[in-house]
C-alpha cells in the first residue's frame, strides 16, 4: 500500500485567537501565525518509545458512572436504561467491541516494546502529554479533538484510530482497515511510509476582569456530585482573577482543533417557569458583544453566539450551521426567477448542482492559517446589526458585554 493511501501522523500548527472579556481591547487582540502549510512526507521512520493511549467513555460507561452513587446493581441499571428507551445489551456490546480494539492496540504497541499507559479522558492531563512521545486517541472524532486541545507543543504526533468504526465516522481517524490491523500502521510509522500533515489549530487569550482562565470538562462534570461545590470553586478561582490585579491576557491552556464557540454561558439558564411539576420552560438570553473583523470598525451585535473555526472545523458544526438545503435554493432561484423573467432553471439537478457547489466553498483546507466565523441568529433591528454573518478572517476581536 502506497504511502499516499495511510492515514496522515497529525502534527499541529497555531492560528491565535484572542477573546476580550468586557472593557477596551490592548494592541493585537486576535492573531495568526502559520507554523507549516503543507503536507510534508516524513524523513525517516518514526518510533516512539512512550506513547499513552487515550480511550473514550463509552456510553455503557457513562451511564455506570453517572449512577454510581447510587449502588444500582447490573439488573437495576438494565431496567433503567429500558425506562429511558436505550438497550443494555446494545451499549454493552458497543463497549466490548471499544475495549477489545484499545486491547489491540495496547498489544501491538508493547510488542515492538513501546511503554505504554492508557489513560481515561478524566485522567488525561498535562503530566501525560508531557511524559508521552506520542499520543493515540482511542475513539472517535470527539476523542481525537479532546487529546489535541491539551497538547501545546506542535512537534508532539497525535494519532487517532476509530474504536467502533460501525457507530463512529472518524474524520480525523486512520482509515477503518487500521483498527484491526495496528500492526500494519506501526510497521508503516517505523520505515516512515506515510505523511505528515499539520493542522492549523486556535489558541485563546482572555482579557478583562472577572475571568476564571481555568478549563472545565463539562462531560466530566455532569458525571459528577460535586457539581455545586465545582462551581463554588471557579467562583472563587475567578474572585482571585479579579482581585491579583494583572488583566493582561490570559493564554488558556487548550488549543482549539475544531472551532471556538463564544456565546453567552447562560443562555438557556434564564428564569424558568413551572409548566407542570415535571416540566419546566427555560428562557433563552442572547449573547451581547462587540466584534471587529480585520481590524474593521466594531459593530454591536446580538446573537446565538459565533463560531471561529479552523479548516479542520470547516467540515463539522460550521459546515452544518452555513449549509444550505436545497429547498432553501429552490426557493431563492423561483423568487430570481419571478423577478428577472430569467429562464433559470428548477430542475432537480440543477438545484442540487447549485447547492454542492455553495456548500463546497464553506470547507477549507485544514493546512491553511485563515479562520472562518460565522453568527448565530443575529438580531438586526436599529440598535443592532449584522453586516457579515459569516466569511473568512485573519484577525477577529469580541468585546463581550454579556
Request: aromatic residues 8%; contains cysteine.
Amino acid at each position: 500500500m502506497s504511502c499516499q493511501s495511510f492515514k496522515k501522523l497529525t502534527g499541529f500548527g497555531r492560528p491565535f485567537v484572542t477573546l476580550c472579556n468586557g472593557g477596551s481591547c490592548c494592541g493585537g487582540n486576535v492573531w495568526l501565525t502559520s507554523i507549516r502549510k503543507v503536507t510534508t512526507p516524513a524523513d525517516g521512520g518514526f518510533m516512539p518509545s512512550k506513547v499513552a493511549v487515550v480511550t473514550k467513555t463509552t456510553r455503557y460507561e457513562f451511564e455506570q458512572q453517572r449512577y454510581r452513587y447510587a449502588g444500582l446493581s447490573e439488573e437495576d441499571l438494565k431496567q433503567l436504561l429500558a425506562l429511558k428507551g436505550s438497550s443494555y445489551s446494545g451499549l454493552l456490546e458497543r463497549h466490548n467491541i471499544h475495549t477489545s480494539n484499545v486491547g489491540h492496540i495496547v498489544d501491538n504497541l508493547q510488542k515492538e516494546g513501546i511503554e505504554v499507559r492508557v489513560v481515561k479522558r478524566g485522567e488525561y492531563d498535562k503530566k501525560i502529554v508531557q511524559w508521552a512521545d506520542a499520543i493515540i486517541s482511542a475513539g472517535g472524532d470527539g476523542t481525537m479533538l479532546l487529546v489535541a486541545s491539551k497538547v501545546c507543543d506542535k512537534n508532539k504526533p497525535v494519532l487517532g484510530v476509530n474504536t467502533d468504526p460501525e457507530r463512529s465516522e472518524g474524520h480525523l481517524c486512520l482509515p477503518v482497515r487500521y483498527t484491526h490491523a495496528f500492526s500494519e500502521a506501526l510497521q508503516k510509522l517505523r520505515s516512515g511510509d506515510f505523511r505528515w500533515q499539520w493542522r492549523q489549530r486556535i489558541r485563546l487569550h482572555l482579557e478583562g476582569t472577572g475571568i476564571n482562565p481555568m478549563p472545565v470538562d463539562l462531560h466530566e462534570q455532569q458525571l459528577s456530585l460535586e457539581q455545586h461545590s465545582q462551581a463554588h470553586r471557579i467562583t472563587t478561582q475567578t474572585d482571585n482573577c479579579i482581585n491579583d490585579g494583572n488583566l493582561g491576557p490570559r493564554l488558556l491552556p487548550v488549543r482549539g482543533l475544531n472551532e471556538v464557540f463564544i456565546g453567552e454561558s447562560l443562555s438557556s439558564r434564564g428564569k424558568c417557569l413551572p409548566l407542570n411539576p415535571h416540566l419546566t420552560l427555560s428562557l433563552h438570553r442572547a449573547s451581547y458583544y462587540e466584534i471587529s473583523i480585520d481590524n474593521g470598525p466594531w459593530e454591536k451585535q446580538k446573537s446565538s453566539g459565533l463560531s471561529i473555526c479552523t479548516g479542520t472545523g470547516s467540515k463539522a458544526w460550521s459546515y452544518n450551521i452555513n449549509k444550505l438545503a436545497e429547498q432553501a435554493v429552490e426557493d431563492v432561484l423561483k423568487i430570481g426567477r419571478a423577478k428577472t423573467g430569467l429562464d433559470i432553471p428548477l430542475c432537480d439537478d440543477f438545484i442540487r448542482s447549485v447547492t454542492e457547489e455553495y456548500n463546497e466553498h464553506l470547507v477549507f483546507n485544514p493546512e491553511d492559517s485563515k479562520l472562518f466565523f460565522s453568527i448565530r441568529e443575529p438580531i438586526v433591528n436599529r440598535v443592532f446589526s449584522s453586516s457579515r454573518q459569516r466569511g473568512f478572517a485573519s484577525r477577529v476581536c469580541v468585546r463581550s458585554h454579556c
